[in-house]
């Protein structure tokens, strides 16, 4: 049972641009979503992370949007940039502090 | 480096041998989780340990995997007799506290089994 569905699979975005990425959880006990970005041969990085108290949160160029009544939380990157190509994974925790994480979505921005 | 480190960064095996995968935490982290990645998925949550405690393995297939976080040393995840179906990408990582805190992520090691 996947608790954590990411879309697109794949993005291509211009230089300039704005990448979104989304991901929808059916566990409601989830209350910590994190996203992470791995390069190729790399670990997964944490760029930026929301707890359900707040509907949107902005680190930069990043930011995450949460709706807990739909259960769906997405990424948005503002002015991408050829050195976000990357694999972005969105991932939830609850209190048995393990990460569910998504199938992942590889972003490809063109310069 | 103040990160997580993990070594080797690429292991080959050939099938019914040992794989050893170590994991060095975060300076100050006491907290550490496996997590296994297959091409083209996501990471799957394998085993949860603390220093010189299992906390949660759910994610372990009952057979050949087990894991330790000893007193002194790294984190150790072993495979016994691999097959084939084991090649994948193993992540550690660190948290200083339990729960919902920022995991932060070694780079992995990759296993191949011939």
């Known amino acids: 049972q996947q608790q954590v569905k990411q879309s697109p699979q794949s993005l291509i975005v211009q230089k300039g641009g704005i990448s979104i990425i989304n991901c929808a959880y059916e566990?409601?006990?989830?209350?910590?979503f994190p996203w992470y970005q791995q390069f190729p041969g790399k670990g997964p990085a944490l760029l930026i992370a929301?707890?359900?108290?707040?509907s949107e949160k902005k680190e930069g160029r990043f930011t995450i949007s949460f709706n807990k009544s739909a259960k769906q939380f997405s990424l948005h990157i503002m002015d991408s940039q050829p050195g976000d190509s990357a694999t972005y994974f969105c991932a939830a925790g609850g209190s048995n502090y393990k990460l569910t994480f998504g199938k992942g979505t590889l972003l490809t921005v063109n310069p | 480096n103040a990160g997580v480190m993990q070594n080797p960064r690429h292991l080959v095996r050939r099938r019914g041998q040992e794989a050893r995968l170590r994991c060095s935490p975060m300076k100050g982290h006491s907290h550490v989780y496996w997590y296994r990645q297959l091409p083209e998925e996501g990471l799957k949550f394998m085993v949860y340990?603390?220093?010189?405690?299992?906390?949660?393995e759910s994610g372990m297939p009952k057979e050949r995997f087990s894991a330790e976080f000893p007193k002194e040393g790294p984190s150790i995840l072993r495979i016994q007799q691999v097959v084939r179906g084991d090649s994948a990408a193993y992540f550690c990582a660190s948290s200083p506290s339990p729960g919902n805190q920022p995991q932060h992520f070694g780079d992995g090691t990759r296993l191949s089994i011939l």
């Open positions: 340990l603390q220093k010189e405690n299992i906390i949660d």
């Open positions: 929301i707890r359900p108290d707040v």
């Open positions: 566990n409601t006990a989830f209350d910590y």
